[in-house]
């Protein structure tokens, strides 16, 4: 059990109970704006567990980039969107959708891993199956020395959201929480 970040697979946003309300009421709200609809671009699936505290990577958002955290969201889009939106619908933790792009997401999660000096060349960049998480919780880790080492919890988010951004934008398929 816990919370997962997760790619969306095409037959969950055309079928699925939560998903399919989502996909409607995106495209009313994107006709509202004079926007195209959503077009899904199935791609390679991304699955990580949200199993370590946030507080330090909650609290590195909020001064580095104040109103601007890549953890206020419930859907991430492929798509540029000049700011968040509220859907009326329910997702998977909330009683409403916060929808966000994914172009924003990454610049913030960009930031917040210079700040750590996150080693991405040696972080798994393609997340199929827990990848990030067994690798944070390796030797690996101890590998690659530096200031990211001296919280593992918050360099983990960094990480994540990073990763889950470039996912989004490099496959062309939302990303939510279940």
Same mark, same amino acid.
């Given at each position: 059990?816990?919370?997962?970040?997760?790619?969306?697979?095409?037959?969950? &946003?055309?079928?699925d109970e939560? $998903?399919?309300?989502?996909?409607l009421?995106?495209?009313?709200?994107?006709a509202?704006?004079?926007?195209? #609809?959503?077009?899904?671009?199935? @791609?390679?699936?991304?699955?990580?567990?949200?199993?370590?505290?946030?507080?330090?990577?909650?609290?590195?958002?909020?001064?580095?980039?104040?109103?601007?955290?890549p953890?206020? &969201?419930?859907?991430? *889009?492929?798509?540029?969107?000049?700011?968040?939106?509220?859907? +009326?619908?329910?997702?998977?933790?909330? /009683?409403?959708?916060?929808?966000? @792009?994914?172009?924003?997401?990454?610049?913030?999660?960009?930031?917040?891993?210079?700040? $750590? !000096?996150?080693?991405?060349? =040696?972080? +798994?960049?393609?997340?199929?199956?827990? /990848?990030l998480?067994? &690798?944070?919780?390796?030797? !690996?880790?101890?590998? =690659?020395?530096? #200031? &990211?080492? /001296? /919280? $593992?919890?918050?360099?983990f988010?960094?990480? *994540?959201? $990073?990763? !889950?951004?470039? =996912?989004?934008?490099?496959?062309?398929? #939302?990303? =939510?929480?279940?």
């Amino acid at each position: 059990m816990g919370i997962y970040l997760v790619s969306t697979d095409p037959d969950d &946003w055309a079928d699925d109970e939560v $998903l399919r309300p989502t996909a409607l009421a995106l495209d009313a709200e994107l006709a509202r704006r004079g926007l195209a #609809p959503f077009a899904f671009s199935p @791609g390679r699936g991304f699955e990580e567990k949200l199993y370590r505290p946030l507080a330090g990577y909650d609290r590195l958002a909020d001064a580095l980039t104040p109103g601007q955290s890549p953890l206020e &969201w419930d859907l991430l *889009l492929p798509v540029d969107l000049p700011e968040p939106f509220v859907l +009326p619908v329910s997702s998977s933790y909330s /009683d409403t959708t916060t929808v966000r @792009g994914a172009g924003q997401v990454l610049a913030t999660a960009r930031t917040l891993a210079e700040a $750590l !000096a996150l080693p991405l060349a =040696h972080i +798994p960049a393609d997340c199929g199956n827990l /990848d990030l998480c067994a &690798w944070f919780d390796s030797p !690996a880790v101890s590998a =690659h020395p530096g #200031p &990211w080492q /001296d /919280d $593992l919890d918050t360099a983990f988010y960094a990480a *994540l959201y $990073l990763r !889950a951004a470039e =996912h989004a934008l490099r496959e062309g398929c #939302p990303m =939510h929480y279940c």
